[in-house]
């Protein structure tokens, strides 16, 4: 846990997850502890596509043996032809037969993949925090209304479990961010006019939540941040 008398700066990076391409941005905690922000895809949507993938891969994998299958069948058959005692086709055949059984124990251990990330997804619930709400000056409906300053803060309510906030928001001419207070580290996404994040959230250890704008004017009863729209949901 980071202690709580402490405050810590982040530093967002971009990299990449493995191989995959789903773009990814790093905070960093003063050089150490390390966690993420998937860009583009909630937890759930992940979840998903590598489903998708493993299930391609099984495919293909059972594609291979069945070749190999057919390569054995094919020389057991030669094999019986000749007496049934060839020490050569013997030993291709159990060289076959090896790799068939390594590939599949891969399919066994892909599929056991697949059944952890199905369970994942049964147990995922959400709560829906916002859904195209409005904020900042000149919301068609009022929004929330923002005359003093760039910073909106954002009730998520309560967070009773561990799991990810999941953000998106556009606006026509405001660059913003999304900061939540995890613990004592501010966890931030990058400054854009439109994205979707997915920030991990800690159970009953998460704090205030804000937009930050970055295009606002200073007008003699504040400050005019152009408007954005934005949607919240909680996942866990």
């Known amino acids: ?23 990814t941005y790093y905070y960093r905690q003063q050089g150490t502890a ?3 922000i998937l860009q583009d895809a909630s937890l759930q949507d992940s979840y998903k596509a590598r489903v998708g993938d493993l299930t391609g891969q099984i495919t293909t994998l059972n594609r291979q043996i069945d070749s190999l299958n057919s390569q054995i069948s094919s020389l057991q058959s030669l094999n019986n032809q000749l007496g049934g005692n060839n020490s050569q086709l013997i030993s291709q055949i159990r060289d076959i037969q090896a790799t068939r059984d390594q590939l599949q124990s ?5 599929q056991s993949q697949i059944g952890d990330l199905t369970e994942k997804l049964k ?3 959400s709560r829906v925090i916002a859904n195209g709400a409005c904020t900042f000056w000149d919301c068609p409906s009022g929004g929330t209304g923002n005359q003093v ?21 556009s606006s026509p001419s405001n660059r913003v961010s999304f900061t939540v207070e995890v613990y004592d580290v501010n966890v931030t996404t990058p400054i854009q006019r439109s994205g979707i994040f997915s920030i991990p959230v800690a159970a009953n250890a998460t704090g205030n939540a804000w937009f930050t704008s970055y295009d606002c004017q ?7 941040c152009p408007p954005v729209t934005f949607s919240i949901t909680y996942w866990y």
């Not at 846990?1 to 773009?23: D, E, F, H, Q, R």
């Not at 300053?149 to 928001?169: D, K, Q, T």
């Open 149 to 169: 300053g760039n910073l909106e803060f954002i009730s998520l309510g309560s967070i009773p479990y561990a799991g990810y906030v999941r953000v998106s928001w």
């Open 218 to 224: 200073p007008v003699p009863a504040g400050t005019f």
């Open 1 to 23: 846990m980071i202690p709580v008398n402490k405050v810590v700066s982040i530093v967002l990076l971009i990299g990449l997850v493995g191989a995959s391409v789903t773009a």
């Open 106 to 110: 891969q399919v066994s251990q892909l």
């Open 123 to 125: 147990l995922q619930q």
């Open 34 to 36: 390390q966690e993420t």
